[in-house]
């Protein structure tokens, strides 16, 4: 199993980022997907999710309306577009897989990207 992240980097005040996260070894469209950040010091928290076939969407009120998650179940790949991005976005960002059936739960992380707002 792979869940790899990418596209993070520097940017400034108000400028967008997309990352991307391709996965590879599960049945991906079986699986919802997530995005999470975790900034220096602070807690890891959810930043947005998709079902597994991309019909409903949650966020974080900090990212409600700046930033958008997809997915391509034919890519096996989930996205996030980040735009107005502010500092406070900075983290390193990580994508998460992850079914339920019955009472187990399966998931699969990748190992992040970093996000710099800076000017």
């Known amino acids: 199993v792979q869940v790899v992240e990418s596209g993070g980097g520097l940017v400034q005040p108000g400028g967008s980022l997309r990352l991307s996260c391709v996965a590879s070894g599960f049945t991906f469209r079986w699986y919802a997907m997530n995005w999470y950040r975790q900034a220096p010091g602070k807690e890891r928290e959810l930043v947005a999710r998709i079902s597994s076939g991309g019909g409903s969407t949650n966020y974080a009120d900090s990212v409600k309306g700046r930033f958008t998650i997809s997915r391509d179940n034919d890519k096996n790949t989930v996205f996030l577009q980040m735009n107005s991005l502010k500092p406070d976005d900075t983290a390193v960002y990580y994508c998460?897989?992850?079914?339920?059936?019955?009472?187990?739960?399966?998931?699969?992380w990748g190992q992040g990207t970093q996000v710099t707002v800076s000017s």
């Open positions: 998460r897989a992850d079914r339920q059936i019955g009472g187990v739960r399966y998931d699969y």
